[in-house]
């Protein structure tokens, strides 16, 4: 009996550092994640130092290329993006922002404490982002305009829906 005491004793730390651990890894993959569907790159799950990829036409042409580095926690540090629908981005983090250039325009992305993009500044144009309460990009709107783009999600945070709106009127409608 004194065995299973002293096993289970033992045991108990490992059990709570492993789930302290796997909520640690889920919260990486949330930032990388919503990182990826701004940026139109292959989410990883765990723990990133950096990915680089890259997708090529049928005829051999490089249709994206993207460097992407992260620090320990996971929040971006740099990176740089060439995309034929989007053209060329390439942003540094500086304390609370990731600063660059898109397409010869300055380029801000303001971010949160956990590392989140909470607007993204273009030249003079800035998209402000939402989030629900799984840490998903919920809906990207503007000021500016009355275009905005809502996302939901399943309860295990994978996408169900994106819908497009001009105005009050829905445009568009995907997964």
């Given at each position: 009996m004194d065995k299973i005491k002293t096993t289970v004793v033992l045991l108990l730390p490992l059990l709570l550092l492993a789930g302290c651990k796997q909520q640690e890894d889920e919260g990486i993959t949330k930032k990388i994640r919503n990182l990826s569907y701004l940026y139109q790159f292959e989410a990883i799950p765990g723990k990133l130092k950096s990915?680089?990829?890259?997708?090529?036409e049928d005829n051999g042409a490089k249709r994206y290329d993207g460097v992407f580095n992260f620090d320990k926690n996971g929040c971006v540090t740099d990176f740089e993006v060439t995309n034929l629908d989007i053209g060329s981005i390439s942003a540094r983090r500086e304390k609370d922002?990731?600063?660059?250039?898109?397409?010869?325009?300055?380029?801000?992305l303001k971010l949160d404490s956990e590392c989140n993009v909470l607007s993204k500044?273009?030249?003079?144009?800035?998209?402000?982002?939402?989030?629900?309460?799984?840490?998903?990009?919920?809906?990207?709107?503007?000021?500016q305009s009355d275009f905005r783009v809502e996302l939901t999600y399943d309860a295990q945070g994978r996408p169900t829906g994106q819908k497009a709106f001009s105005g009050d009127r829905q445009i568009s409608e995907g997964v």
């Open positions: 990915t680089h990829q890259t997708i090529f922002q990731l600063i660059g250039e898109e397409n010869g325009k300055p380029l801000v500044t273009s030249g003079n144009f800035t998209i402000d982002i939402a989030y629900n309460k799984q840490g998903l990009i919920s809906g990207l709107s503007s000021h």
